[in-house]
């Protein structure tokens, strides 16, 4: 066999492999744009129950975000972020690992799609993380739901509990309900111009264990 047959030979399995790869990927991907949308479906519904009963919500999708505001009372309000990441990769997050796969495994078939959650109330930084593999399973963990796991194509009713159950975590962020609170920042430094220019004393978020 010439230089060239062997080398279209192995370029031809690099293609495979490719292939195989990006269509993993791709799977992944598209499984989190499902839940995704099942999410802000299920939590808009919440959001409608919410109004029924008393507090003001409201629901708003654009390009890839969902934002959801519930507010108990005036100053008493918070927001759940959602946006939906491009790509997928390899899972590294224990937690967050496909069933089926070590820690250790860069392999696509780990490869998953990622959601995530934030809230102003919370911080800058992401507090829930969705991932999300081809094959349709779905792990999370974070604030508004410390660890859960489903499939992409639950029933509605198993869905909708879900989201539910995260919309009554943001009640408890906005109103400081079922144990969560606030409590001042020890060794925080705030001068009488502070109060003067009408600053907020730093306090910090606490949450149930």
């Known amino acids: 066999m010439g230089f060239e ?28 744009g499902r839940l995704f949308g099942r999410l802000a479906a299920g939590l808009d519904h919440a959001a409608g129950l919410g109004r029924q009963a008393g507090f ?23 927001r759940l972020t959602l946006g939906l990441l491009r790509g ?13 796969l070590s820690r250790w495994s860069l392999a696509p078939s780990g490869y998953s799609g990622r959601i995530l959650g934030w809230s102003d109330v919370v911080g800058e930084d992401a507090c829930q993380t969705f991932a999300v593999y081809g094959d349709g ?22 869905l909708n509990g879900f989201c539910l159950r995260m919309l009554g975590r943001l009640v408890d962020l906005a109103a400081l309900t079922g144990g969560a609170g606030r409590r001042w920042s020890a060794g925080a430094s705030y001068t009488l111009p502070d109060l003067m220019d009408g600053r907020d004393f730093p306090t910090e978020l606490r949450l149930p264990r």
């Open 5 to 32: 047959d062997s080398a279209l030979g192995r370029l031809r399995r690099y293609r495979e492999d490719a292939d195989r790869s990006l269509a993993v990927a791709k799977e992944a991907g598209e499984a989190a």
């Open 56 to 78: 003001e919500t409201e629901a708003m999708t654009d390009k890839g975000i969902f934002t959801l505001r519930a507010a108990a009372g005036p100053g008493a309000e918070a």
């Open 88 to 100: 997928a990769a390899a899972e590294t997050d224990e937690d967050l690992m496909h069933e089926d």
């Open 137 to 158: 399973l779905w792990k999370t963990r974070g604030v508004f739901v410390e660890k859960a796991r489903g499939r992409v194509g639950d029933p509605e009713e198993v």
